[in-house]
């Protein structure tokens, strides 16, 4: 799981996305391994994978998870930042 979510940090912080070798590099991963982690993030949502570009990205799920987190109904959530 640490895993995951420091490739989806990773992603974060970046606008277009990164390659594969990239992401593995900077994840301090074999690629295969980072791979492997980015399609199962890929089959549940939270990455996309630009083939045109051959960049991965943050997925919609990502988005849809964020936006559930930071609504107006969590007043606790608006005070640090939502």
Known sequence: MRRALSILDLLAGRKRGLKLKALAELADLP???A???LTTLQNHQ????????????????????????CTPSRP?????GC
Do not use: K
């Open 31 to 33: 690629p295969s391994t």
């Open 35 to 37: 791979h492997r982690l």
């Open 46 to 69: 939270y990455v996309r994978f630009d083939s045109g570009e051959n960049l991965w990205l943050l997925g919609g799920r990502v988005f849809e998870l964020a936006r559930s987190l």
């Open 76 to 80: 606790q959530l608006r005070e640090n």
